[in-house]
């Protein structure tokens, strides 16, 4: 079996076990309303992957199909550093399936774009925001949850090479993130556009929605789909209260 087909199938598994325990929800099965993004936009489904590690068995899958995705497509990455918060389990498993030495990010509060980096940096002092250890040559990979929009990658990357001249550390390496879900929502231009490179089990909006086709119903598979290719149409308060009053009818 090629890996392009193993990797399909563990995306494939990962995906319906998140639905399954409720970390892809739906505005019809879970919540009527929908949900408010950070972004401000109304969304029919909603994708929370921090109580992945309240299900042990799935996220010992997770690490050992990321662990997979690192041998086959990230060449020789010897370290990985996982993004708090909800990217430190998932490098923890990777860790302890593939032997791979994990480091990971300190929550910075308040920061959400390199501008809040750069001013929080500046009151921070020489205090360290990585944990774990790092050498002279070390290949690292940046470990997340999902990726949007990538800010948090950048700013995960830029705690590293901040941390790395406080540590006087030479020729290490940090072009890589790995993410178990893509939202596919730019992320991967961002990334190009940055020199780094972006490897997902899980592009969402490609393959991650058609891998659910038989346990969501017809009207959360289109409606969603439609959604993914034009969310401006479902800003309207009309379309959203006929969502919900789809959604009610269907628990009635």
Not at 15 to 35: A, F, Q, S
Not at 222 to 237: T, V, W
Request: aromatic fraction near 8%.
């Amino acid at each position: 079996m090629s890996w392009t087909e193993e990797k399909a199938i563990l995306g494939k598994q990962i995906t319906l076990d998140l639905y399954k325990y409720k970390m892809i929800r739906t505005w019809k099965r879970d919540r009527p309303e929908g949900w408010f993004l950070v972004s401000g936009l109304w969304s029919p489904f909603y994708i929370q992957l921090r109580p992945l590690s309240s299900h042990p068995n799935l996220l010992e899958t997770v690490g050992r199909s990321l662990g997979r995705l690192i041998r086959e497509e990230c060449g020789n990455v010897n370290k990985i550093l996982g993004v708090a918060m909800s990217g430190i389990p998932i490098a923890t498993a990777i860790s302890l399936s593939e032997y791979i030495p994990a480091c990971f990010t300190r929550k910075l509060e308040g920061v959400k774009s390199l501008e809040d980096f750069d001013k929080f940096i500046k009151s921070y002092g020489e205090h360290s925001i990585i944990e774990g250890e790092l050498a002279n040559g070390d290949v690292v990979a940046i470990v997340d949850d999902l990726v949007t929009r990538f800010d948090s990658k950048l700013i995960a990357i830029h705690q590293l090479e901040r941390e790395l001249k406080l540590r006087k550390l030479k020729e290490v390496e940090s072009s890589t993130v790995i993410v178990l879900l893509d939202r596919e929502q730019g992320a991967k231009d961002v990334a190009m556009a940055n020199g780094i490179k972006l490897h997902s089990l899980i592009p969402f909006t490609t393959k991650g929605l058609d891998w659910l086709k038989d346990v969501l119903t017809d009207e959360e598979y289109e409606i969603i789909k439609d959604y993914l290719a034009n969310y401006s149409k479902y800003q309207n308060l009309n379309m959203q209260r006929d969502l919900y009053e789809m959604a009610i009818g269907n628990h009635k």
